[in-house]
């Protein structure tokens, strides 16, 4: 009998324990966030195409702010409004602070070694502290002052033969070439011109950048189903290991000769730090030179291509809108006046130029996803479950075109900002161009400043017509996605000198 009811009460645990365990299963199941019903195997995969931002914002119109989707066979939280933005960014922050392991983690981003893509930890927060420290703090800007005078002066002397010819300019390539020269000589301590850094010999280095962000950014099926990496369906793959192949070509190439010319070199940048570090031994902290060329990767690419990007759409809304262009060069003019060009230290008079970045990244967010963000335990967000290694994405697109919170969202008004404290900090979760909480932009701040300089300058030295008699109101619009988005179309543009200098 002492056997029986040894065995009955065995039994009678285990399935106490199994119902507790479905139960609970399926209490946590209940509790997820709303959201559209997927298929075997993809899930909520096949729901996204060539534009996964207007996707997910036309998904969250239907189920919510908080929006649960299941990409392949990973859990997913889309975040679609400032609200749910703040519980994710601000009030559980810690908690998301992480990011997941991707493909374009593993091949652009050096296994996970550069700032952008690490995971949450002392090796990410050690690495954020020296790129600020030795390129990103506001000392470290402002000592830049002078190179960036250099350039901005170079690319409106360039402009302004282009006038005197009364020639077409592609205005979207000359803002990269721009943003490049000023992203290498603060890296790498010296100007590269395109040709120099393309070490494949079949395209430039900055169309490789493009291509680079493009494959970070896009729907990749190896990310979400297991063992279908295997096979690269997509050729994801295979293409970021050609621009990954670039990138290391390029930085051994850099580093070599820095090593070279270290002991006759005067003046100590970025890739001499680097280098100082990985050499002192560190045992705390130690690096290689993969984390070094993952970090200058993503030191380049962050001052380079999003400042590209931002100041090509802001000039492409003001080309659409002449009024609001009109009043930019009016609210320059009477700071300036017309024999001088502008100085950075007349930036933080303009106000209207303020408003009009804002209303412009509003619209056209550098990152419109952001990077995906990892929860890195089981958690509870507004009653709703939210497992560990689930994937956040934050649809900034779809918070700055909320029309609950901005009247007549999708048209350009940079009026809005009157009277307004909105920053583009990440403080105010109703806009979040460079994102918020511990993983928010840290070049934000030399973004900021190379942005209002650039646009200043353009529209204060120039007044533009499209090409080909184009009508402001025929300019395109369209997009291009990846984990930035460039317009689809480059502007191609004349300008005409207005200076009296």
Known sequence: M????WLWTVLVLVLVYTLNTFRSKYNKRSRLPPGPKGVPILGN???????????????????????????GFVPTIVVSSPQAAELFLKTHDLTFASRPFTEAAKYISYERKGLSFAAYGAYWRNIRRLCTLQLLSSNKIDSYKSLRKEEVDLFIETLEKASASRVTVNVSNMVTSL????????????KFKDGELDKLGKKGFQAVVQDGMKLAGLPNMADYIPYVGIFDVQGLAKRMKEVSKVFDELFESIIEEHVRDRDRSIDKDFVDVMLSYMESNNSEFPIDKSNIKAVIL?????????????????????????RAMKKLQEEIETTVGMDRRVEESDLENFEYLEMVLKESMRLHPVAPLLIPHESMEDCTISGYHISKKSRIIVNT?????????????????????????????????????????????PGMQLGLVTIRLVVAQLVHCFDWELADGMSPKDLDMDEDFGLTMPRANHLNVIPTYRLRI
């Open 2 to 5: 002492s056997f029986l009811l």
């Open 45 to 71: 995969l096949h729901m996204l195409g060539d534009f996964p931002h207007h996707d997910l914002h036309r998904l969250s119109k239907q189920h919510g702010s908080i929006m649960y989707l299941r990409l």
């Open 179 to 190: 943003s490049t020269y000023m992203s290498c000589r603060m890296v790498f301590g010296k």
């Open 298 to 322: 993503d030191m380049l690419v962050g001052s380079m291509d999003t400042s590209a990007t931002a100041i090509e759409w802001v000039l492409a809304e003001l080309l659409k809108h002449p």
């Open 397 to 441: 697109y779809a918070i700055g075109r909320d029309p609950s919170v901005w009247k007549d969202a999708e048209e350009f008004i940079p009026e809005r900002f009157i009277g307004t404290n909105t920053d583009m900090r990440g403080n105010d979760f109703k806009f979040l161009p460079f994102g918020s909480g511990r993983r928010g932009c």
